[in-house]
């Protein structure tokens, strides 16, 4: 009697969260999805709630407020196999954000026939699509059989284009897919490339002293140029090698190096000047170095720029032009002192940013990478303290910047551990 009591009661708060959400007030229908979100919702109970997410509610102020979006992503915490024929079922009577939610539903299955039914439903509407709704269909590629070419159909969008480039990129990086896999697309993709190579060498700043960091319009078409140049190593054709080719002229190391990776996956010997470029660059340095050494060509790499103090600063760098950070790469950067503790050694630098306004006042600050194993450097790895506090150079000394970065970070993993705790 006790479990079917209970099976009751969660019976009756589901109808009162099903009433209070078309309360015209915004805090109690957000109560009502606080409830809804702690209750551990049985299968039937799930599928009570999907059916729900197809009504209309009251609107809310944002997008990602959308009651009927919110719904299926509750059951998604805990995807029962009885929800995907029903998100099948529901998916023609939901709203567009509800429509997207029920997308990402399905690509985080670990499952054949939630794949099916994510690609045929996903051709409903993708071209409709900002962006595509891919779940962990990128951090755990699965069943290649399924998904290509059959999610190459869609390319032909260009707002989402890229990123299914990008998942077709990781499943070549795991080897879960080869050339023949493209079948017809392949002459799609080639044209692609080609046209993003021309865009790229053809761009001009908009102001001849604007530094890249400065265009958000070449920025969004860095970060699609680099997946399309990463990309056109695995689509051998002999207009991609022509196109990659014409990419090393441009001053933008990052998106050189992209071609230059795969450049040599096309057997295509690079020039001197060139390696040293793209190794001389701190932004891009330790992931030229990795690359090279994923493939076996890391014989090529310059010795000059093989040392810790070069890995440490380009680990640097890499954590600063993150965008919720300093957004950018230092205009200087200095190294100041090397901390030793124990097996491990830390790297203290000063950096500064007189092109962007704002940060110019800053003048000089601190920042630390690492810290790395000494029994290993030189080596790109660091072990999880890379910070900077964005602190001027001269309010401590070296040793009280090292310390109160080491502690910041400390205490940081800390406190998580006692929440996972």
């Given at each position: ?30 109560d009502?999805?606080?409830k ?24 809310s ?32 009577e ?41 779940g ?44 023949t ?33 400065d265009?958000?319009e ?16 695995y689509i ?63 014989e ?27 957004g ?15 097996d ?25 990478s ?52």
């Amino acid at each position: 009697m006790g479990i079917i009591n209970l099976f009751r009661r969660k019976e009756d708060i589901l109808d009162t969260v099903f009433s209070q959400l078309n309360n015209p007030l915004q805090e109690i229908r957000e109560d009502a999805l606080s409830k809804l979100e702690n209750l551990q919702l049985s299968v039937e109970q799930g599928l009570r709630v999907l059916e729900m997410a197809k009504n209309t509610f009251p609107p809310s102020k944002y997008d990602w407020q959308d009651i009927s979006a919110q719904l299926i992503d509750i059951c998604a915490v805990k995807p029962y196999v009885e929800y995907i024929n029903k998100v099948e079922y529901i998916y023609d009577e939901l709203n567009p954000n509800a429509k997207v939610s029920a997308l990402q539903f399905l690509s985080t299955y670990e499952s054949e026939q939630a794949l099916i039914i994510y690609l045929k439903l996903l051709a409903r509407g993708y071209d409709e699509l900002k962006s595509l709704p891919y779940g962990s269909l990128y951090e755990r590629p699965r069943f290649p059989q399924i998904l290509f070419p059959g999610l190459l159909k869609f390319i032909d969008n260009k707002e989402i284009v890229s990123q299914i480039y990008l998942i077709l990129l990781n499943y070549f990086n795991y080897d879960l897919v080869d050339e023949t896999t493209l079948g017809d697309y392949k002459k799609t993709i080639v044209s692609d490339i080609i046209d993003m190579a021309e865009k790229v060498t053809g761009y001009a700043l908009k102001k001849s002293t604007v530094s890249i960091w400065d265009d958000d319009e070449y920025l969004s078409l860095r970060n699609k140029a680099g997946i399309y140049f990463d990309l056109a190593g695995y689509i051998k054709d002999p207009r991609v090698t022509l196109a990659l080719k014409g990419i090393m002229c441009i001053k933008d190391m990052k998106l050189k190096m992209f071609a230059a990776m795969s450049l040599l996956q096309h057997d295509y010997g690079l020039q001197e000047e060139d390696v040293i470029d793209i190794a001389s660059d701190s932004e891009v340095r330790n992931w030229f170095y990795e690359s090279l050494v994923k493939i076996g060509k890391d014989e090529i790499y310059p010795e000059q720029f093989k040392s810790q103090k070069c890995f440490a600063e380009s680990d640097m760098v890499d954590w600063l032009v993150y965008p919720t950070e300093l957004g950018r790469v230092p205009d200087k950067i200095e190294l100041m002192n090397v901390f030793q503790e124990g097996d491990m050694e830390y790297y203290l630098f000063r950096f500064r940013c007189d092109s962007k306004k704002d940060w110019e006042k800053v003048g000089w600050m601190a920042g630390l990478s690492g810290p790395f194993s000494k029994k290993n450097c030189p080596t790109t790895v660091a072990e999880g303290h890379t910070f900077s506090r964005f602190e001027e150079w001269d309010s401590k000394t070296p040793q009280e910047h090292f310390s109160n970065i080491v502690g910041n970070i400390r205490d940081y993993w800390s406190s998580v551990a006692d929440d996972l705790q």
